[in-house]
């Protein structure tokens, strides 16, 4: 190979391996400040005592902290405006905002489905009613169903007509409810009192 040849081939070349050898220099460099950062806040939480809850999210914190600036410098090196990449993160945070807005409703009637089966405040056979306020009587029944959007409650009415009511969990967490177990119950009926 002539003089020539290798002067064509690292022309070539050396922009390509000098744009890797900077992502590596970056990535090597933030690992190291990631060590380092972890290695200052195990000792600071060890000369002030300080629990293990809050050095956890501290440290996850600044890792992330540190690999996304990483990355980011990365992208630039590729030729990636910040501009281009901030625009394009704060549009799909409006959009992860709006559509976690939208489904709002739903997410809170499962976390309180969870919550009624994990706490049991009633079960299924109870009579519940949920006090809407003092002047007008809230919706009361017997509890047949609990799944994870709605609590079903069988009513029963002055003729003896039964009738069935879907009352969103989360309702359940925002009013006050009254309960009554099912084995303190022979039969509801709404309008009659509760054995002592």
């Not at 996850?60 to 992208?75: E, S």
């Not at 809407?132 to 047949?144: E, F, L, M, Q, Y």
Request: aromatic content about 10%.
């Amino acid at each position: 190979m002539s003089d020539e040849h290798w002067v064509l081939l690292m022309h070539k070349w050396s922009e390509p391996l000098l744009l890797g050898g900077q992502v590596l220099l970056i990535l090597l460099l933030a690992y190291l400040l990631q060590r380092l950062v972890a290695r200052a806040l195990a000792r600071l939480a060890e000369r002030y005592r300080l629990p293990s809850e809050l050095l956890l999210p501290m440290r996850v914190g600044a890792r992330w902290f540190i690999m996304g600036g990483a990355l980011i410098m990365v992208l630039e090196r590729f030729g990636v405006s910040a501009t281009v990449m901030w625009t394009a993160f704060s549009g799909f945070v409006a959009v992860a905002a709006v559509a976690f807005f939208a489904i709002w409703s739903v997410l809170s009637n499962l976390f309180c489905a969870v919550l009624i089966l994990l706490v049991g405040p009633f079960r299924l056979g109870d009579v519940v009613e949920v006090i809407d306020s003092a002047d007008k009587p809230g919706v009361k029944g017997r509890v047949t169903d609990i799944n994870m959007l709605y609590t079903t409650l069988e009513e029963t009415n002055e003729q003896g007509e039964t009738a069935v009511v879907q009352v969103p969990n989360s309702l359940f967490f925002q009013k006050a409810v009254r309960r009554w177990r099912g084995t303190e119950l022979s039969a509801f009926n709404p309008h009659t009192t509760v054995k002592k």
